[in-house]
């Protein structure tokens, strides 16, 4: 394959807001959708990342437009305003582009390593469909080991920053008394889940009421971090009572009007999900404070200064697995010559033509196995890699093979 067919096209949070990131997401119903119709496009290689911050699609195609036609067939947002907002990356560009992003270098948040999470469920996602082969598989596996050396060996995601974070440290900040206050948490799913932990190891908040469309989950997190659940078609009622909300579900439309907070009293709205389930509205009432994901990314303290300074370490890192990366690549591009010249010289093998003119006995006699042929296709491999002349690494692979064989 080559690796300029490899393309990555989607749009991110440094030119799009959360509102037109949301035309853009994708669900698993529209994931699935997306598959089926690259499969009857003849797309045998793809994998969508969409996040809060992102919606991306990788894969092997003749151009980045087939790519494009994929996202925007399956979502409501306009081919049009892709394209005007949309990066397109070809090659050892789109390969890098994936290194940084599972780094979190691209994060809105630097280095949020919850994203390695996001990563890894939409590769299972593409693998149980048959949208991950020999090159998909190989680069995701380089880049998530790249990216857990990195979490390991370097301070690039240290401390406690991350949207889940953010939304912890906002209310602490803008909401007094946030020990006393009655939150609900709609959505225990990873995000939902890291916001829940953060609030209770950093905010001392315990009235705290989990709410998700599996009630049995819900229950099940809320027994895990000594919480209260409750149930999903009592959504409006505990949101009414609520001095803070806080919405990480993945709905295709809001969960939450501005008809529902009517009339409610004072309350503190987060907003994690991207398209927005909060009804951006709902910001307009008087005693509404609603924030989303691209307000809770503005923080800069400490934290992300000290990150900044691994930046360099980082890349160093990705620089090295993307040097491997691609020497497996130009060895695959090697692998039909290999594989003529490994059947040519068994061949040569069982015909006894690496015998001289007079063979001793002991030449007679040599075992017909396939261990001097494997050593001269590894040495014409070795070869191969570091230079371009498939003739005379040929040759020198008979050579090799001959003087094994006899010596």
Not at 50 to 73: M, P, Q
Not at 318 to 345: C, E, G, S
Request: hydrophobic share 40%; net charge neutral; aromatic share 6%.
């Amino acid at each position: 394959m080559d690796l300029n067919q490899f393309y990555i096209t989607g749009i991110n949070y440094k030119k799009s807001d959360a509102s037109v990131r949301g035309e853009f997401a994708v669900s698993s119903e529209k994931y699935a959708a997306i598959l089926e119709t690259a499969a009857a496009c003849g797309l045998q290689e793809v994998f969508i990342l969409s996040t809060c911050n992102r919606t991306e699609i990788y894969g092997i195609a003749h151009s980045a437009h087939d790519l494009v036609k994929l996202i925007c067939k399956q979502t409501p947002g306009s081919t049009e305003i892709f394209h005007g907002m949309s990066y397109i990356k070809q090659g050892m560009e789109a390969v890098e582009h994936l290194f940084s992003v599972a780094a979190g270098l691209d994060s809105q948040i630097l280095g949020d390593y919850e994203i390695v999470g996001q990563l890894k469920h939409a590769a299972k996602f593409a693998r149980e469909r048959g949208f991950i082969d020999t090159f998909l598989e190989r680069l995701l596996n380089c880049v998530l080991q790249s990216s857990k050396e990195i979490k390991n060996h370097t301070q690039l995601s240290g401390g406690t920053v991350s949207v889940s974070f953010a939304a912890v440290r906002f209310l602490k900040e803008h909401v007094e008394d946030i020990q006393n206050k009655r939150i609900v948490l709609l959505g225990a799913g990873k995000i939902g889940r890291n916001t829940c932990k953060n609030l209770v190891d950093y905010s001392g908040a315990k009235n705290i009421i989990l709410i998700n469309r599996s009630d049995e989950k819900a229950a099940e997190l809320a027994k895990e971090l000594g919480l209260r659940a409750a149930l999903y078609n009592e959504s409006k009622t505990e949101i009414q009572e609520a001095d803070i909300v806080i919405v990480a579900t993945n709905a295709d439309e809001p969960v939450i009007k501005k008809s529902d907070l009517l009339n409610n009293g004072k309350k503190v709205l987060v907003d994690l999900s991207i398209p927005r389930n909060i009804e951006p509205a709902a910001g307009e009432l008087e005693n509404i404070t609603l924030v989303n994901v691209d307000d809770l990314s503005k923080i800069n303290d400490s934290t992300l200064e000290q990150r900044l300074l691994e930046v360099p370490k980082a890349k160093n890192i990705i620089a090295a697995y993307m040097h491997d990366f691609t020497d497996w690549h130009t060895m695959r591009k090697n692998v039909p010559v290999l594989k003529a010249v490994k059947q040519k010289l068994t061949d040569m093998q069982r015909c006894n033509l690496y015998l001289s003119a007079h063979p001793s006995a002991a030449e007679t006699n040599i075992p017909q196995n396939s261990h001097f042929v494997q050593r001269a296709i590894t040495n014409m491999a070795v070869k191969m890699r570091s230079q371009n002349q498939p003739g005379c690494n040929f040759i020198e692979a008979i050579n090799d093979f001959i003087s094994c064989s006899i010596n």
